[in-house]
């Protein structure tokens, strides 16, 4: 109880204020609000089409809202403020396209980046991941068009993790996956109880990680909430 | 050796005679394009004439603004061209894109012309107009491949795009496979016709400069130098227009415009 007073003291990592998402005449969220404090993990749980990948992308700037306001760690997100709060967030996609070339590569290359530049790509911790995640290390030595969907789903991750970030927005990260390694994934995040994470995804099993689960109606498919 | 043999009009005729082979196939065959063959021909002969009587006034004249303002109306319609041939909605960077056509066109044109040919009279028509049009005419090909192939390839790796925007990348550091891929797919022309030239054809220029009376030797000279000229020449071009036009065609959060496509 106590520690939960603390973390209401915090700030809130993310809020999401009277968030409106409309595609043309399709309204897919109708002035929706959730704030997710520091540490916290949230599951929002929905059918597929009801339009929680967008909310995931509203939050990193590839969609803006018609209406409504998304502040990260209290810094409202603008056309200004998004180069910084990206450097906030790790994202996996649903169905991760993570381009052309070796694996190795894709992990090592965000570390070239200007906004990464206090960050060391970590060969060791890469090399654990991969154990972890059930990957053979050699598998960092493949090119990106041989994986499998679960294993580009499991390079995604640890491409995520590897970023050190402290908000982490997973969207359907482990459709891909089978239950060992979807095990293995969510034990991670579970253990991870400095991390914010908003999950999103149609199975409702990953809530065994969160500490609040949403449950989108099924208006979703170009109703309201 | 002698000057390039004139072509009397009449004897002219005898090459609109054998376009009835051409045209006999195809009406013979039905292949459905035998209006637009007329319509191309009867084009290109108007174009043309319309093209030799202007030249010859600005050869004649060979005023240094007429030159410069013919290397100016070459530009204006590559850049339209451009516009129309890339199928899509950029035409608020007219501007840009001809800045890039300019450079691209220009430097080759007085290195090749003042350096090369160590002519003082850099623009002087007879050097400035067919060269800078065979540069041109191969940057706005270029160009017209190179800007397609960066929004298309982005618009296509969209996913992949957002993954390294997610990742901290800035627009300039998330496009560069797209610029990799665009630079590879611009240029592959240019760098094919140099291996192969002289072998499977006899290029245009070192054609004109046989014809024009010169020993093959001196013909290869002007050869080689147009199409390293070329090459540059696309290489600046395109690496302009894709910087210049990115200036407008990034939203402010670096996701590219869904309005620019047709």
């Given at each position: 109880?106590d520690?939960?007073?603390?973390r ?31 540490g916290?993990?949230?599951l929002?749980?929905?059918?597929s ?6 909310l995931?992308r ?13 502040k ?9 403020t998004?180069?910084?709060?990206r ?10 396209q993570?381009g ?8 090592q ?6 906004a990464?530049?206090?960050l060391r ?10 154990r972890?995640?059930?990957l053979?290390?050699?598998l960092?030595?493949?090119k ?7 294993e580009?789903?499991?390079v ?8 050190q970030?402290p908000?982490?927005?997973l969207d359907?990260?482990?459709?891909a ?10 034990d ?21 990680i969160a ?15 | ?48 004439i319309?093209v030799g ?16 303002l ?10 339209l ?9 950029l ?9 890039a056509?300019?450079?691209g066109t ?12 160590r002519?003082p ?9 067919p ?5 041109l ?9 190179g ?10 790796g ?5 993954l ?14 797209h610029l990799?891929?665009t630079l590879y ?25 046989i014809?024009?009376?010169n020993d ?14 070329i ?6 071009t395109?690496i302009?227009?894709?910087l ?5 065609a ?6 590219l ?6």
């Amino acid at each position: 109880m106590d520690s939960l007073i603390d973390r209401e003291k915090e700030m809130p990592a993310v809020e999401i204020s009277e968030l409106t998402l409309r595609f043309g005449e399709q309204v897919v969220f109708d002035r929706f609000s959730i704030t997710l404090l520091k540490g916290q993990k949230v599951l929002i749980a929905g059918r597929s089409g009801s339009g929680k990948s967008s909310l995931l992308r509203s939050l990193l700037g590839f969609i803006v809202p018609q209406q409504g306001d998304v502040k990260i760690e209290g810094v409202l997100l603008d056309g200004k403020t998004i180069w910084h709060l990206r450097k906030r967030m790790g994202y996996i996609a649903q169905e991760p396209q993570l381009g052309e070339g070796i694996v190795r590569e894709l992990l090592q290359r965000p570390f070239s980046w200007k906004a990464n530049h206090s960050l060391r790509y970590d060969a060791e911790q890469t090399a654990q991941l991969c154990r972890q995640f059930y990957l053979p290390e050699s598998l960092l030595n493949k090119k990106i068009h041989e994986l499998s969907g679960g294993e580009k789903q499991r390079v995604a991750l640890i491409a995520a993790i590897l970023l050190q970030r402290p908000i982490y927005l997973l969207d359907e990260a482990t459709s891909a996956l089978d239950a060992d390694s979807k095990k293995a994934v969510l034990d991670y995040f579970a253990g991870r109880t400095d991390l914010t994470i908003l999950m999103v995804s149609h199975d409702i099993s990953l809530s065994s990680i969160a500490e609040r689960v949403v449950q989108l109606p099924d208006i979703l498919a170009g109703g309201r909430l | 050796m002698n000057a390039a043999v004139d072509i009397h009009p009449l004897a002219l005729l005898a090459g609109y005679v054998m376009l009835l082979i051409p045209l006999g196939i195809i009406y013979w065959y039905r292949v459905p394009m035998l209006g637009q063959t007329l319509m191309s021909v009867l084009r290109m002969t108007l174009q043309l004439i319309f093209v030799g009587l202007y030249l010859q006034v600005v050869f004649r004249l060979n005023h240094f603004g007429l030159n410069i303002l013919w290397l100016a109306v070459m530009i204006t319609v590559a850049d339209l061209s451009i516009l129309r041939g890339c199928q899509l909605r950029l035409g608020r960077i007219a501007g840009w894109i001809f800045l890039a056509l300019l450079a691209g066109t220009a430097v080759p044109l007085l290195v090749f012309v003042g350096v090369i040919l160590r002519r003082p009279e850099i623009l002087d028509a007879r050097f400035v107009i067919p060269i800078g049009g065979m540069i041109l005419g191969n940057c706005l090909r270029a160009d017209i491949v190179g800007i397609r192939t960066f929004y298309q390839s982005i618009r296509t790796g969209q996913k992949a795009y957002e993954l390294s925007l997610s990742q901290g990348a800035t627009v300039t550091e998330a496009v560069q496979p797209h610029l990799r891929e665009t630079l590879y797919q611009s240029l592959t022309p240019t760098v094919a016709m140099m291996a192969n030239v002289g072998i499977v054809a006899l290029p245009g220029m070192m054609t004109g400069v046989i014809l024009g009376g010169n020993d093959p030797l001196t013909a290869i000279g002007y050869q080689i130098a147009i199409m390293l000229s070329i090459f540059t020449g696309t290489s600046i071009t395109v690496i302009l227009a894709i910087l210049f036009s990115a200036r407008s065609a990034f939203s402010a959060y670096g996701i590219l415009r869904p309005e620019i496509f047709k």
